[in-house]
């Protein structure tokens, strides 16, 4: 199993971007998929998540800025940012909550990540 994502660059004060992560591999399912990030210094933290049905959570510091959104389809999450901020400054990184195939019969759920972006944005 594999997350690949894309997208991130320098921008500029206000600018937009648009984050991609595609899940690929030998997998039965995906549950929730999300977007962390990992500013210098700082531990990483939830950005925003979507669930399976489509429910989505943002965190304060990017509500009303980012919107998360599936493409299921294509095994896709994607993160569209605008009025980015040099604050947003960071890697960012997805996860998928994957159900995968075990030994015999069974099945269990585990979390998978991406490699990281890094999204810079200058004032």
């Known amino acids: 199993v594999q997350l690949q994502a894309s997208g991130g660059g320098l921008v500029q004060f206000g600018g937009s971007l648009r984050l991609s992560c595609a899940a690929s591999g030998s997998f039965l399912s995906i549950n929730g998929m999300g977007w962390h990030r990992q500013a210098p210094g700082k531990e990483r933290e ?39 901020k040099p604050e947003d400054t960071a890697v960012f990184y997805c996860s998928a909550d994957l159900r995968v195939r075990g030994k015999g019969w069974d099945t269990y759920s585990s979390t998978y ?3 990281g972006t890094l999204v810079t944005v200058s004032s």
Do not use: P
């Open 46 to 84: 939830l950005v925003a998540d979507i669930t399976s049905g489509g429910r989505t959570w943002y965190a304060d510091s990017v509500k009303g800025r980012f919107t998360i959104s599936r493409d299921y389809d294509k095994n896709t999450v994607y993160l569209e940012m605008n009025s980015l």
């Open 113 to 115: 990540w991406g490699q």
